[in-house]
């Protein structure tokens, strides 16, 4: 049979794992490009021979997305994979139609395809959107399976945009780690919650090799949590499945992918942030998880906020910060911070916009959706550079930290900052302590 040539479209994170898992040693297809899309400056550079194995001594370039008909016809490409997360269903087929038009197949791997077994017990948490609250939904589990003395490794979905070799296996046990591995802003806003509270994380290229590593962590592990990323399935085999879902964007469960595929492959669905969002719009999403996924347990839960200077905001003008991809992909106008500014009576929130500078421009341009917030953006030394000019150049009164990180730490910021917290309150349905309960008792581990 004819080896196939493959062009793999991604955001460096599924499309690496996706050719790692099924394409990198596979003879019957040739991986010709990879191309890329979502995320600043990812494209331009190679996927290394090291990582690429025996079949792609030079490496696999990677191009920008919006050369791919140029490049199906010129590599003669017969088939494009597409292999990136949170994008609704009319641009993936869209994408589609550009490859078909082309003259390419268009291609989607599944689970079984890309899923790996892990010799421990795992637990995904994933999601239908990005932002809708996965990262205190991970915190909260993993807090609950420490209180059991269990010894809990956290693998966060790939997010390895800079060098790929370095980043092949990332461990992370102490804030420090995340200055030693240059990680960005968006790096940092998964691990530091992690390792702040304690607990290991591993992330980087190579998910095959981070699983062996984190399964015999010098530490030990009981369990793996999967964090995802994004709205994409895990990539290991669960044990127990956990999607949150966000009754901000009713709707959106049903229309983004592969978001869709988490829903209807859970075992616990959790509405969360169901204290600021219409109870019309959580009935929609209650709904839709009945439909999509009859047997799954619902959890309605909110992301309860606290502030540490909250003096800062009432009666204040104040600048909004929050977590970029929840505002760029993830097409939210709002998150955390905006939500505090309301509940704690700001005068006002600014329009960042006149104040922006350098990259930040671009953003505002691409994502248009953006209002009165300024998205941390920090894929790199010069738009942190950017932001860092953005918000000293702002005339307000104080800055609202609605990051899951704190960003006085990698930046200077030249004004009073309330930083907001945010955890997982379940406040109706299962109770997520008994359900792991539950799988503790079932994979005989350790209880207390």
């Keep these: 049979m004819d080896t196939k040539n493959i062009i793999i479209i991604g955001a460096a994170g599924r499309d690496f794992h996706n050719f790692n898992t099924y394409y990198r040693d596979n003879h019957a297809y040739n991986v010709v490009a990879f191309t890329a899309a979502q995320i600043p400056d990812i494209d331009g ?39 990136f997360s949170d994008i609704s269903y009319e641009d993936v087929m869209g994408i589609g139609a550009v490859v078909n038009a082309a003259g390419a197949d268009f291609k989607l791997l599944g689970p079984n395809s890309t899923m790996l077994k892990s010799s421990k017990p795992v637990i995904s948490v994933t999601a239908v959107r990005t932002g809708t609250g996965k990262s205190q939904t991970s915190r909260k589990i993993i807090e609950t399976l420490l209180e059991n003395d269990l010894k809990v490794i956290a693998i966060r979905h790939p997010m390895p945009y800079g060098d790929l070799n370095a980043q092949r296996v990332q461990r992370f046990a102490t804030v420090e780690d995340l200055k030693k591995h240059n990680c960005t802003i968006e790096e940092m806003e998964e691990y530091e919650p992690h390792v702040s509270r304690g607990n290991i994380v591993y992330a980087g290229v190579d998910y095959a090799a981070i699983l062996a590593a984190a399964e015999n962590d010098p530490d030990g592990c009981d369990v793996i949590l999967w964090d995802g990323g994004n709205n994409d ?33 859970t075992d616990v669905a959790i509405i969360n942030k169901v204290d600021s969002a219409p109870a019309e719009a959580v009935e929609i999403v209650e709904n839709n998880i009945k439909t999509a996924s009859p047997n799954s347990k619902i959890i309605k839960a909110e992301s309860a906020i606290t502030v540490d200077n909250p003096e800062l905001i009432t009666g204040k003008r104040v600048l909004v910060v929050e977590d970029g991809p929840t505002l760029t992909h993830g097409e939210m106008k709002i998150g955390a911070g905006t939500v505090a500014a309301e509940r704690l009576g700001a005068a006002e929130v600014i329009d960042p916009s006149p104040y922006i500078v350098g990259t930040l421009t671009d953003t505002f341009e691409k994502y248009t959706h953006i209002e009165n917030v300024l998205p941390a953006m920090g894929y790199g030394e010069q738009q942190l550079k950017d932001l860092e000019e953005t918000i000293n150049n702002a005339d307000c009164d104080a800055v609202i930290i609605g990051t899951p990180i704190d960003l006085t ?10 930083r907001v917290y945010y955890d997982l309150s379940e406040i109706e349905g299962p109770n997520l302590k008994a359900i792991l309960g539950k799988f503790i008792e079932k994979h005989h581990l350790q209880l207390v």
């Design 233 to 265: 399935f895990s990539f290991y085999e669960p044990d127990l499945a956990v999607t949150v879902l966000d009754p901000h964007r009713p709707g959106h469960e049903l229309k983004y992918y592969p978001g869709e595929v988490c829903l209807r492959t």
């Design 45 to 83: 550079r190679k996927y290394p021979s090291e990582l690429a194995g025996s079949l792609y001594p030079e490496g696999i370039p990677i191009y920008s997305q919006d050369e791919l008909p140029k490049l199906i016809k010129e590599l003669k490409v017969n088939e494009c994979v597409f292999a």
């Design 409 to 418: 730490r990698v930046i200077s910021i030249n004004k009073p900052t309330a």
